[in-house]
């Protein structure tokens, strides 16, 4: 009976933290959020949990944080409970459990824009014509659809305003492919355009069929792949896939569903349109649902791990004059805030106020994205 729970009301849009003991139910923290959708709508609940700390977000925005050590431990599940409704039917539709490893909500960058399709009113266009269709699947989708082999649907855009290009951005997005009205006879790829300005443009794709994903480069001249890999985490039919891009100026990151998978460099183009990639490459029928895009400022998840067998001296500066103030060994993970001048990363030890520094170096340590992409800190 010793537990917390984590729940939403679509009917109130209310929030709460609980704490459930032999003796009854407690509320520790509650609020309201708009963004908790109506019915039919799946919303993202997110618990960070790191020791006696826990972080509360709903539809990727932060909403709470609260201290509590009474339960150091324990399982993970799935809560329900009816107040005064008759009846309640809940469809959980997708657990992820990782290590702690990303950084604090408050880390993450400020919403630039944001869409889950269930809004007419925002205007991404809708037309059929014939050989493919793009539009609105209401209540709760954008789709593209098409129709013949060897094709590709225009790449569609967020609507024009005055924030539709963003030359630095972390995009994110959630999409699948609609198996009753996709075909498997072929392969085909869909995902996100970036930088786009005409025919030039950058997409990041994946494949459910042969879980390829690309990074393609558009020019007046043609398609060209910069960087390709495999990933078996890419989902089959009907469940959604994670795609995230972080743009900072000719660097580039790319990870499926909450893994880095590539990073490149490429110059050529510097801003431009943020939008939506879909091809068939030999597949008859490919009927594509776009579920939520939001883009934010960039802000790169900075991570070092240590590697098995390793053993790392952290320090109170950027130096090995500087006094050791702990140590890292094999399988850690810290979140780093950067690096100095001398590539002493600055990092983030767990139950500590003051960061620490760490030498690095490719025999002992693996950071993602590479440590020529951190930003420079002062001590």
């Given at each position: ?22 003796s009854?139910i407690?509320?520790?923290?509650e ?37 509590d ?49 269930t ?8 037309a ?26 225009p ?40 930088r ?114 390793g053993t ?26 950067g ?7 600055q ?19 693996t ?13």
């Amino acid at each position: 009976d010793n537990y917390y729970a984590f729940t939403v009301s679509p009917t109130s849009k209310k929030w709460e933290v609980l704490k459930s003991s032999p003796s009854g139910i407690s509320v520790l923290l509650e609020g309201v959020d708009e963004s908790i959708h109506d019915l039919d709508v799946d919303d993202l609940l997110r618990v960070d949990a790191q020791g006696s700390n826990f972080s509360f977000s709903i539809n990727n925005g932060l909403v709470g944080q609260v201290t509590d050590s009474d339960y150091s431990a324990g399982e993970i599940g799935l809560y329900t409970e009816n107040l005064t409704n008759t009846n309640t039917h809940v469809h959980f539709n997708a657990l992820t459990i990782r290590n702690l490893e990303a950084p604090p909500p408050d880390d993450v960058g400020a919403l630039l824009y944001e869409d889950d399709f269930t809004n007419l009113a925002t205007g991404w266009p809708s037309a059929d014509f014939g050989d493919y269709y793009i539009g609105y699947h209401e209540p709760e989708y954008y789709h593209v659809e098409i129709k013949t082999p060897n094709a590709r649907a225009p790449v569609v855009s967020i609507p024009e305003s005055e924030t539709n290009a963003f030359p630095d951005a972390t995009i994110e997005l959630q999409v699948f492919t609609v198996s009753g009205r996709t075909a498997t006879d072929g392969d085909y790829r869909y995902g996100l355009a970036f930088r786009r300005s005409g025919d030039n443009y950058y997409a990041f794709t994946i494949s459910p069929t042969s879980k390829k994903w690309e990074v393609l480069k558009s020019s007046p001249s043609g398609i060209s792949v910069l960087l390709e890999g495999v990933d078996e985490s890419i989902h089959d039919m009907d469940v959604d896939d994670l795609l995230r891009i972080d743009a900072q100026g000719s660097n580039f990151l790319f990870s499926i569903n909450d893994t880095l998978v590539g990073q490149l460099t490429d110059s050529d183009y510097a801003g431009g349109e943020i939008g939506f990639y879909t091809e068939n490459l030999t597949n008859t029928n490919t009927h594509v649902h776009f579920n939520r895009l939001t883009v934010r400022s960039v802000k790169f998840a900075l991570l070092c791990s240590i590697n098995e067998g390793g053993t790392v001296n952290v320090r109170n500066g950027p130096g090995q004059a500087n006094a050791t103030i702990g140590t890292l060994s094999g399988g850690d993970t810290v979140r780093a805030l950067g690096k100095s001048s001398s590539n002493w990363i600055q990092i983030v030890m767990e139950g500590s106020d003051e960061p620490g520094w760490v030498s690095y170096g490719e025999g002992y340590m693996t950071c993602t994205p590479s440590v020529d992409l951190f930003p420079i800190v002062s001590p």
